[in-house]
């Protein structure tokens, strides 16, 4: 494989699928709970400011002040951006709804003035919804595709302020750290993108670690994607989990990875490792009924640098696969991918 070669064909996938969904027809952790469906705001407290749109219908309990609600929804087309940056400031989630939503977060995030990410740096329609929660020194970023909004705002907000906790199905731990690394690090964010599609739904969270020694600064990537079974989040329950494929490819020196290859009774996993490129493929496909419908993929990356880059960036993909098993004809697959260019400010947007 000549140089850059894999960067080159994780490119042509942005480009390709510049619309975020490729949807096509033709040892564990403890975790949270499956996400359940909602159909109402559960009486929280809401600011929501003139210009976003709400279901019909909701019993909506709002707020005047922006920092006194439990979550403020902003819409894209900001006149200022005082009031959203006092809500963060004030610890309280912010939520932009609308046409161009990951756009406008990215511009309060970096006014905002703490570290934060994003695991793609593109988007396209269907990200109708972006958020940012405030995590002392950090911001948790929350970026929604396929919600069709107004209709499913209830069901992203819960998203938001309770984000689903993921244990990895097959134990993902570097073999190999820095000395005391995990006593020093400190996080630069977590970025969540959560998926919905016509048959199944996905989470794919990207969280960023670095800690600098006298010669050298360590940065560790964990990329965690969770795929669900049709019949697990309430789509098209002849859809399976089949396989997820985490992507990711540096511009800094990948010095370790993991998982390792191999199986377990829930899980085989395969790995492509291209060190002249700085790249990793891991592909993750189901071995039980259980895990085919609902697992986590895990991949842990070490990078070195000799100083922390600002912004630190990598091109990445979460590649999800439900597959649709028939008796007769040949089985039905469905893709979604969540490609792009990661991009991370450890000194927010100084």
């Given at each position: 494989?000549?140089?850059?070669?894999?960067?080159?064909?994780?490119?042509?996938?942005?480009?390709?699928?510049?619309?975020?969904?490729?949807?096509?027809?033709?040892?564990?952790?403890?975790?949270?709970?499956?996400?359940?469906?909602?159909?109402?705001?559960?009486?929280?407290?809401?600011?929501?400011?003139?210009?976003?749109?709400?279901?019909?219908?909701?019993?909506?309990?709002?707020?005047?002040?922006?920092?006194?609600?439990?979550?403020?929804?902003?819409?894209?087309?900001?006149?200022?951006?005082?009031?959203?940056?006092?809500?963060?400031?004030?610890?309280?989630?912010?939520?932009?709804?609308?046409?161009?939503?990951?756009?406008?977060?990215?511009?309060?995030?970096?006014?905002?003035?703490?570290?934060?990410?994003?695991?793609?740096?593109?988007?396209?329609?269907?990200?109708?919804?972006?958020?940012?929660?405030?995590?002392?020194?950090?911001?948790?970023?929350?970026?929604?595709?396929?919600?069709?909004?107004?209709?499913?705002?209830?069901?992203?907000?819960?998203?938001?302020?309770?984000?689903?906790?993921?244990?990895?199905?097959?134990?993902?731990?570097?073999?190999?750290?820095?000395?005391?690394?995990?006593?020093?690090?400190?996080?630069?964010?977590?970025?969540?993108?959560?998926?919905?599609?016509?048959?199944?739904?996905?989470?794919?969270?990207?969280?960023?670690?670095?800690?600098?020694?006298?010669?050298?600064?360590?940065?560790?990537?964990?990329?965690?994607?969770?795929?669900?079974?049709?019949?697990?989040?309430?789509?098209?329950?002849?859809?399976?989990?089949?396989?997820?494929?985490?992507?990711?490819?540096?511009?800094?020196?990948?010095?370790?990875?993991?998982?390792?290859?191999?199986?377990t009774e829930e899980l085989v996993v395969e790995r492509d490792v291209d060190r002249a490129d700085d790249a990793v493929e891991h592909r993750f496909t189901p071995t039980s009924d259980q895990t085919r419908q609902q697992f986590t993929a895990c991949?842990?990356?070490?990078?070195?640098?000799?100083?922390?880059?600002?912004?630190?960036?990598?091109?990445?993909?979460?590649?999800?696969?439900?597959?649709?098993?028939?008796?007769?004809?040949?089985?039905?697959?469905?893709?979604?991918?969540?490609?792009?260019?990661?991009?991370?400010?450890?000194?927010?947007?100084?």
């Amino acid at each position: 494989m000549p140089p850059r070669s894999r960067r080159a064909l994780l490119a042509a996938v942005v480009a390709g699928f510049a619309g975020s969904i490729a949807g096509c027809n033709t040892l564990s952790e403890e975790s949270s709970p499956t996400p359940t469906l909602y159909d109402g705001f559960d009486g929280l407290p809401l600011y929501v400011a003139d210009g976003v749109r709400l279901p019909e219908g909701v019993d909506l309990l709002t707020v005047e002040d922006p920092v006194g609600g439990r979550i403020a929804l902003f819409p894209t087309d900001l006149s200022d951006t005082e009031e959203p940056l006092s809500a963060l400031r004030g610890a309280t989630p912010v939520a932009v709804v609308g046409p161009d939503a990951q756009g406008t977060l990215m511009d309060l995030c970096a006014a905002d003035g703490r570290s934060y990410g994003f695991a793609s740096d593109s988007w396209g329609p269907e990200t109708r919804v972006a958020a940012a929660v405030p995590f002392g020194d950090s911001l948790a970023t929350h970026l929604f595709e396929g919600s069709e909004i107004p209709r499913d705002l209830p069901q992203v907000i819960d998203r938001i302020l309770n984000p689903p906790r993921f244990g990895c199905t097959v134990d993902a731990e570097l073999s190999t750290l820095p000395e005391e690394f995990d006593e020093r690090a400190r996080t630069l964010g977590t970025s969540f993108v959560h998926g919905r599609n016509d048959v199944a739904g996905f989470t794919r969270r990207d969280t960023v670690r670095v800690a600098s020694e006298a010669d050298r600064t360590n940065m560790v990537l964990d990329m965690r994607g969770t795929i669900y079974g049709g019949s697990t989040v309430g789509g098209d329950s002849r859809y399976t989990a089949d396989q997820v494929r985490l992507v990711a490819s540096f511009d800094d020196h990948l010095r370790t990875t993991a998982p390792q290859v191999g199986e377990t009774e829930e899980l085989v996993v395969e790995r492509d490792v291209d060190r002249a490129d700085d790249a990793v493929e891991h592909r993750f496909t189901p071995t039980s009924d259980q895990t085919r419908q609902q697992f986590t993929a895990c991949q842990h990356s070490l990078v070195t640098a000799s100083e922390i880059p600002s912004p630190f960036s990598y091109t990445a993909n979460g590649r999800f696969r439900w597959r649709d098993p028939r008796l007769i004809r040949e089985d039905d697959r469905w893709h979604h991918h969540t490609p792009g260019r990661a991009v991370w400010y450890p000194d927010g947007g100084r």
